[in-house]
């Protein structure tokens, strides 16, 4: 899906790691969330509450889920971080997502 209609978006942006990571959260008519949000070069981690479906739509990426190795990814790609756990994410090259937060 590219565009998303009927949509709620909170205007304050979510500002992570000196403002290398943003996003803005878009919720939806049943309740469910997710964030739109760019990347910056660096080297990341992430904790996660809920289940997350990260989308990776452009950049040069590199991300390590837990138990496993570092893989690259070829975007567009989908990865999938299990809910109360974390990933190491290398940006590479400036990065564009959507997250999909799964309760």
Do not use: H, Q
């Not at 990776?56 to 971080?81: A, H, N």
Request: net charge negative; hydrophobic share 35%.
């Amino acid at each position: 899906m590219s565009k998303f209609e009927n949509v709620t978006i909170t205007k304050e942006a979510n500002i992570y790691y000196d403002g290398k990571v943003t996003s803005r959260t878009v919720e939806f008519l049943d309740g469910s969330i997710k964030s739109l949000g760019i990347m910056l070069p660096g080297e990341y981690t992430f904790n996660t509450a809920d289940k997350e479906i990260m989308e990776i739509m452009s950049g040069d990426v590199e991300v390590k889920l837990p138990g496993e190795e570092w893989r690259t990814l070829v975007t567009p790609e989908i990865f999938t971080v299990p809910a109360n756990s974390s990933f190491e994410i290398k940006i590479k090259s400036v990065t564009d997502y959507c997250c999909s937060y799964i309760k």
